[in-house]
Nanobody, 124 residues
Framework: VQLQASGGGLVQAGGSLTLSCTASGLTFSTYAMAWFRQAPGKEREFVAGAKSGARPSYADSVKGRFAFSRDNRKNTVYLQMNSLNHEDTAVYYC???????????????????WGQGTQVTVSS
């Protein structure tokens, strides 16, 4: 299984970015997918995620600003990030797991597969 994340970069506060994560080596439609992020000196935290066909869940810090979506035809998940601020600066990781339940979507230890991460830097 491989997860390839892309789309990170440097953006000014208030700006937008869209991250993508393309999966291979798995039956994508049967996997829950999620985005996590890790800022320097902080633990990895849940951003957004969903089981296939289910409504996404979001961290409180990104609700109303970020949008999670998945395209099962392209084996790809997206994270549309709007109104970015300095606190959103982090390495963003996509994750996949076949058996994670909805109530555990935010738990990093539940995921078997991780992408390599893509850096998002928000300048003031």
């Amino acid at each position: 299984v491989q997860l390839q994340a892309s789309g990170g970069g440097l953006v000014q506060a208030g700006g937008s970015l869209t991250l993508s994560c393309t999966a291979s080596g798995l039956t994508f439609s049967t996997y829950a997918m999620a985005w996590f992020r890790q800022a320097p000196g902080k633990e990895r935290e849940f951003v957004a995620g969903a089981k296939s066909g289910a409504r996404p869940s979001y961290a409180d810090s990104v609700k109303g600003r970020f949008a999670f979506s998945r395209d099962n035809r392209k084996n790809t998940v997206y994270l549309q990030m709007n109104s970015l601020n300095h606190e959103d600066t982090a390495v963003y990781y996509c994750a996949a797991d076949r058996s994670v339940i909805t109530s555990a979507l935010a738990m990093a230890e539940q995921y078997d597969y991780w992408g390599q991460g893509t850096q998002v830097t928000v300048s003031s």
